[in-house]
């Protein structure tokens, strides 16, 4: 035998090797959209959508990224707060609605439809079964029957959703469009989000530099290398890491004069701090709290005037004149603030002796993630399913199969999976493109 030649038992267990690399990436079972619930999760914009409906900006859960917008240009924004998913919504009339809950109404109406038969047959009246009114009040009997066509999209778009330039794949400060193969900076959330909408910033930007003076070109050797790339399932089994073009990391790679990134848990941004001013002002005084507040200036242009501008900055807020004798007029320097790994349970020992009228009690009331959990919402992981179970995985069925046919119908079955595996090759490698 051919020393390049393969069973199909060896054949499908290279493809158990990919199979597991999908279940690490994606391991979450894409059943059910997230429509239904307001709540903080993983956002995707779907930038294809966007250009189809007049520049609409829209956002879609884990579950739908998968299901109805996988060959579409997408963008991980990561977690969004109080963000309903905008699939099969009016944001997107001219599209489809969501294939996840058509599935689940058309299964509905199914199974409503076979109880109800024996009720139907001796009902007096014999009045018809109706299938479920979708959230838009609206019947679709013949897609809920027969039509294997999707309807348009009317669900109702959510009213509390908060969009920024996100969705439309710009982030900080500086509207720079992401591209995760070029981008070499460093970049943090928003916490709070109240006026950035959960914004990503940069390093550099956070503390005012002019845009892009410490972007470093990333090494690459100008080759394609895409018609190189292994077969399915080689990375995992020689266990290689993945090549990808990247900066040297050095030290030169870190911004000047900011923070440690293991010295703080979270990060408020100073625009959201500007629009509480006067709550973080006290809240910056808790110095278990709050480990760093950096000012953000305005375009410098290198890290020693940064510094000169700082020192001004410290000498002016440590001036132990009141505050109420100082100029009011004087322009306040915006400053974003760094909270410590514990800060959850420190604000819940200070918030019961804050006085009454106290800026930082109000806000703190008004924003409970401060103190208590935030969890991100997580779809049900898809388990694997075991050898004695009636289902299985690819090669579990895959080599049962082939183990029973016989051998013409044996060859026909690989020729037919080695197309399929070539497809779904290439879908994954267009869809790890385009989710940047």
Known sequence: MDEKSVTAVDYLEEQLELEREAREVMPYEPDVCTYPKSCRQLVFACLTCRRQNEGANIGVCYLCLIQCHSTHELVELF??????????TSRMHKGSSCALRAKQARE????????????????ARGSPVKPPRLRTGSFSESFAFSSIDLPPADDIASLDNNYNHNFEGKFCSCEMIYNPIQETRTMHQCYLGDVCGEDWFHQDCILGYKPGIHRKPIQSSGENMLDEL???????SEDKPLVTPLVDEDDDDVIPHFPEIDS??????????????????ELKQYLKIVVHHM?????????ETWKTQYEQYKDKNEDEEPPTKKIKTEKKIPYSVFLSESFKDDITNIMASLPEKSALGKFLKSVEFFSKDDPIFQPPKEEMASSTSSTGSLFELGSNALRTLPAPQAIEGLHAYGIMKAKLRDFLRGLLTKIK
């Open 230 to 236: 292994p077969p399915p399932g080689l990375e995992a």
């Open 79 to 88: 977690s969004k707060r109080d963000f309903t998913c905008d699939c099969g």
């Open 108 to 123: 509905l109406v199914a199974a409503e439809s076979t109880t109800n038969t024996s009720v139907q047959m001796s009902s």
């Open 264 to 281: 703080f848990g979270e990060f408020v941004c100073w625009k959201c701090v500007e629009a509480n001013r006067a709550a973080f002002d």
């Open 295 to 303: 000012p953000h200036f305005d375009l410098v242009p290198d890290a």
